[in-house]
């Protein structure tokens, strides 16, 4: 069965940075396209950040263009999101999430894509 596993979530100061870690079990993370999301209170979970299985196309959301790093490392069965310079609209529950795919590039932002997600870790940006 496959298990998503995030960590590293935490509070963080506005303009802080931290670094979320998602670890897959069950398969190999190379069958997967690996994305982000995150979800606060009463809203929709909302895309984030997407990699292709072999992390050469990566797409994020307007709002963390710029700010936000997913990576991924095959070897180890994990994906990453570095998170700079926070903002306080970044706070969230964020949701590590795998797609299955035959295509080493193809990449979604489409919430219905993704066939594992993670229990979530949350983020509060605050001073």
């Known amino acids: 069965q496959v298990q998503l596993v995030e960590s590293g979530g935490g509070l963080v100061n506005p303009g802080g940075s931290l670094n979320l870690s998602c670890i897959i079990s069950?398969?190999?993370?190379?069958?997967?396209?690996m994305g982000w999301f995150r979800q606060v209170p009463g809203k929709e979970r909302m895309f984030v950040a997407a990699i292709s299985r072999n992390g050469r196309h990566t797409d994020y959301t307007d709002s963390v263009q710029a700010r936000f790093s997913i990576s991924r490392d095959n070897v180890k069965n994990a994906v990453y999101l570095q998170m700079h310079r926070a903002k306080p609209e970044d706070t969230a529950v964020y949701y590590c999430?795998?797609?299955?795919?035959?295509?080493?590039?193809?990449?979604?932002?489409?919430?219905?894509?993704?066939?594992?997600w993670g229990q979530g870790t949350q983020v509060t940006v605050s001073s």
């Open positions: 069950g398969d190999n993370i190379d069958n997967y396209v």
């Open positions: 999430a795998a797609a299955a795919t035959a295509s080493s590039i193809q990449i979604s932002r489409v919430r219905s894509r993704y066939d594992y």
